[in-house]
């Protein structure tokens, strides 16, 4: 199936590792021209770089910076404002019940995630209205939709961006321009081993049990960064040209069972 990314230019946000990694390799794949991505850590994402340079004809810029920082941020619109397509992917709420995740923490969560899409969309949403074409596509999480008293801070937050999505995407395609989610269940990621050595912990009594949890996940494992990637650029691309506005869950069936695991 050709998605109709030939050619196209992309920003992902926390492209260095997991999901974030998967899909530039997937843009990649898809015949993208130029990807932009970010993280903190410069080495990790000139090492996206080169495997990507390795396998595809496609140009990848890296932006090593902390996108909390304002001025860096307003660097990095500066540089990327005329890309087709946003993925909004960068941030880790901390897991943990109101009582475990201090504001310091939870604030710092925020600062990233939240308010990291919200600053993106701000600045790429207005930029694709009035020229009229682009995609936004926003990794959220399954949590929104799953209210967990163990990551209270996270559902709260993917919550909001949800409801960002939905308000952004309702009327963005009257401009040519898509707003859209993704939002998966837990990821085969490292991030997803902490998240389940603390939820071991919790309810066995030992973080080392955490491997045990996975059978309580559809099909006894979680998603990888690659099933995810796809469902992304799916998105992105021109086959999915009537959605906006709208969330998709890729968690195997977890919301449907009503279960945070």
């Known amino acids: 199936m050709d998605l109709g990314l030939e050619g196209s230019s992309v920003l992902i946000t926390g492209g260095s590792k997991g999901i974030g990694r998967a899909t530039a390799q997937a843009f990649a794949r898809e015949g993208a021209a130029c990807i932009h991505i970010t993280a903190r850590s410069a080495a990790e994402l000139d090492a996206v770089a080169r495997d990507i340079h390795a396998r595809h004809a496609c140009e990848v810029r890296t932006h090593a910076l902390d996108l909390t920082d304002k001025v860096a941020r307003n660097t990095l619109i500066e540089q990327t404002l005329d890309v087709d397509v946003l993925v909004n992917n960068a941030g880790a709420i901390p897991s943990g019940s109101m009582y475990a995740v201090d504001d310091e923490a939870w604030r710092r969560g925020w600062d990233l995630k939240v308010f990291g899409y919200i600053n993106m969309c701000r600045a790429f949403y207005r930029h694709m209205c009035a020229r009229g074409h682009g995609v936004i596509v926003n990794d959220i999480g399954n949590s929104a939709f799953n209210p967990d008293f163990d990551y209270v801070a996270g559902s709260c937050g993917n919550a909001s961006l949800n409801t960002l999505t939905q308000a952004l995407g309702g009327n963005s395609l009257d401009s040519g321009v898509r707003v859209l989610a993704v939002n998966p269940g837990p990821v085969d990621t490292g991030r997803m081993e902490t998240m389940l050595r603390q939820r071991a912990h919790a309810m066995l009594g030992d ?9 309580r996940f559809p099909g006894k494992r979680a998603a990888t960064p690659e099933e995810v990637a796809d469902l992304i650029v799916f998105l992105a691309s021109d086959r ?13 069936g977890i919301t449907a069972r009503r279960s945070v695991v």
């Open 207 to 215: 973080e080392a049990r955490w491997i045990e949890l996975l059978a």
């Open 240 to 252: 999915a040209a009537y959605i906006s506005g709208c969330e998709v869950t890729i968690d195997g």
